[in-house]
């Protein structure tokens, strides 16, 4: 076996260095294959952190009537509680609006401070769900006992563009990404391919003789399949070391011009944290697949000259 894997690295070693550019080709564009897949990642979970911190604070806001009977309010929360889909409905009273109306228009209007009355202001709920789609359910049930009211419900501030947006970018994102992907895998297929074939075509004379003398197919072709599934390896390591410095760099260089501007641009808002274990993960599904891709384009190519 280890006379074997050492025959396989020998000449797949041999293979890679006699093919020169046509190596370096095919493990640019693995590189830039994965380079892609990597930024793809990153973004995707990136924007899926940012939805999930504007799903959480989007918010519902009942207004009711300034008449409306505290019956009535306390059953409509009680309604809003039986969904199971609201995870805080907060009460504000006619006199906390008051306060926080006040509070806004001091330093902005104070002459429309001093002329709104405490009782021109409705209370309300306003009401939070981890999800849009627990609130697009809540809304609707909102929007049903509007109309089924008799005026105790004033008015349904409803927020979620910021939300749809982000869903919407989500998917783009996503189409753009696996569009991109999967170009540059057919590529790097077609590439390792036309590789692997000219390094079959340049050892035939060396591939009929192993078969004159009784050599399996998979003796034969395991130097090309391993040759391919390393373009793919070193693919994933080599799109890895740049993303690497691309951070570093600008970590380095250009943390006061370009990173702190922007933590300061989207204050509030939690910048996705990169642990170790995601970036592993990335990289170990990342090698998964370069060997899967390198060993299957290398296959065909084998497959195709063994079967003449």
Known sequence: MMLKLERVLKYTYQHIIRNGWLSFASIAIMTLTFFV?????????????????YESKSQIILFFNPNAPASYISAVKKDIEN???????KYVSKKQAFVNFEKTLKTQNPQLAKAVDLNALPPSYEISTNNLSNLEYIAGIL??????????????LYFKSVVQFL???VSIITSIGIGLIVFLSIISFVIIIITVAITINSHSEEIEIMKLVGATDTYVSGPFIFEGAFYGIIGVFASSIILYLIFLVLNTYYRESVILPLLSFFQGIPIPQYSPLLILEIIFVEVLLGIIIGSISSFIAISRYLKK
């Open 143 to 156: 929007y049903k006992l509007k109309s089924q009211s008799k005026g105790e419900i004033n008015n349904i």
């Open 83 to 89: 969904t199971h889909r609201a995870t805080e409905i």
């Open 167 to 169: 869903k919407k970018a």
């Open 37 to 53: 897949i990597s930024i793809f990642s990153l973004t995707v979970y990136s924007v899926n952190v940012v939805l999930h911190y």
